[in-house]
Nanobody, 122 residues
Framework: QVQLVESGGGLVQPGESLTLTCVAS????????VAWFRQTAEKDREFVAINSFSVQVKYYGDSVNGRFTISRDNTKNTVYLQMNDLKPEDTGVYYC???????????????WGQGTQVTVSS
């Protein structure tokens, strides 16, 4: 049974940092690219970051580039999203996803987690 379980969301103030964690099970983690997306009630699911099969190859959405860092630990079947200098517009439900290809779009993902809420507000 495939599972992606996110954790680490919460309420933070603008300028603060937060780290999201996603633990995978039920598939060969090292054979998949892993990604983060986010969604609000007003917007479609938005690409945030992806880490390919190789830990060195990463891509970021324009709005988070330079502030967020994605990383993976294949020994722990885990992907992380370090979020710095958070802004109110970063608010949303953050989803972890896995794909057999390096695709920066929601339609390209094979597996999804249930999501974790991040709220940035003063």
């Amino acid at each position: 049974q495939v599972q992606l379980v996110e954790s680490g969301g919460g309420l933070v103030q603008p300028g603060e940092s937060l780290t999201l964690t996603c633990v995978a099970s039920g598939f060969t983690f090292s054979n998949f690219a892993v990604a983060w997306f986010r969604q609000t009630a007003e917007k479609d699911r938005e690409f945030v970051a992806i880490n390919s099969f190789s830990v060195q190859v990463k891509y970021y959405g324009d709005s988070v580039n330079g502030r967020f860092t994605i990383s993976r630990d294949n020994t722990k079947n885990t992907v992380y999203l370090q979020m710095n200098d958070l802004k109110p517009e970063d608010t949303g439900v953050y989803y972890c996803a896995a794909s057999t290809g390096v695709v920066v779009a929601a339609w390209g993902m094979d597996y999804w987690g249930q999501g974790t809420q991040v709220t940035v507000s003063s």
